[in-house]
C-alpha cells in the first residue's frame, strides 16, 4: 500500500512529517509495536485527551496498532505518571478515560463558568454616574448628592472594577476618594475620562446596564 507523507504543525511551531495510507490516516510508526508500557502511555495520553470521552481498550489497542492488553499496561503506566498532576486515568473494566482529580475542580469550574456579573440596579447606576463625572470623590461626597447610604453600592461597585479607591483625602481620617477604572471606559466605550457627553442623560450608562445578566444588585 503506498503512503503518502503530509507535514503537521504543531503549537510551538516545529513542523514534522506525518505518513498516511492511501485513506489519509496516520501509519503507526515503526517501533510503537515493540514500545515499552511507559513509551505507549504517551501515545495513549494523547488519544484520550483529543477524544474527550471514555474510550475501550480495544478501540485504543486498534488506533495504536497493539494488543488490548498492552494498552491496558499502558493505562497502568500512564495512571502512575500522572501521580500528584491535575489529571488522571479513570478505568472501569475495560473503558477508560482522561479526566480531571476531584481536588482540582474548583479550578475547572471557574475556569468553565466564569462570573456572569448581576445586572446594575438603577441606585448602582446613578452612583457611577456621580463617581464618574465628579471624580475623584469621597463616600460622604456621594451620599451628599444621593442622599441615602451609598456603602453597599459602593462596595458593588468596587467588586465588579468599575471603580477604585485613586487617592485618600487629605481631611482628618483621610476618607477614600473613588475614581472610575480601566474597566469603566471598557464597558462604555470610551478612550479617556474626559470623553463622558454632557452631563443631563443616562446614554453614557446604558451600556452598563445592557453589559449585565440577572438580577438586580445594591
Do not use: K
Request: glycine share 10%; aromatic share 4%; net charge negative.
Amino acid at each position: 500500500m503506498d503512503e503518502i507523507e503530509t507535514e503537521v504543525q504543531v503549537e510551538d511551531e516545529e513542523t514534522f512529517e506525518l505518513a498516511l495510507d492511501v485513506f489519509g490516516r496516520a501509519i503507526v510508526p515503526e517501533g510503537v509495536a515493540g514500545a515499552e508500557p511507559e513509551d505507549l502511555a504517551v501515545a495513549l495520553e494523547a488519544v484520550c485527551f483529543s477524544l474527550n470521552r471514555p474510550v475501550t481498550l480495544a478501540e485504543v489497542a486498534g488506533i495504536l496498532g497493539r494488543t488490548p492488553g498492552a494498552v491496558g499496561a499502558a493505562a497502568e503506566a500512564l495512571a502512575g505518571q500522572l501521580r500528584g498532576r491535575g489529571l488522571m486515568v479513570q478505568r472501569h473494566g475495560d473503558q477508560l478515560q482522561l479526566v480531571t482529580r476531584p481536588e482540582t475542580a474548583w479550578a475547572v469550574q471557574r475556569a468553565l463558568q466564569p462570573e456572569r456579573p448581576t445586572r446594575l440596579s438603577r441606585p448602582a447606576l446613578e452612583t457611577l454616574a456621580i463617581v464618574a463625572y465628579r471624580q475623584p470623590l469621597t463616600r460622604a461626597g456621594i451620599e451628599a448628592i444621593r442622599g441615602v447610604n451609598c456603602e453597599a453600592v459602593l462596595e458593588s461597585l468596587e467588586r465588579r472594577g468599575l471603580i477604585a479607591e485613586v487617592d485618600r483625602q487629605d481631611t482628618p481620617g483621610r476618607p477614600r476618594l473613588f475614581g472610575t477604572t480601566l474597566r469603566f471606559l471598557q464597558i462604555v466605550g470610551l478612550e479617556r475620562i474626559d470623553d463622558l457627553p454632557p452631563l443631563g442623560g443616562d446614554e453614557v450608562l446604558a451600556p452598563l446596564a445592557a453589559a449585565h445578566d440577572g438580577g438586580a444588585a445594591p
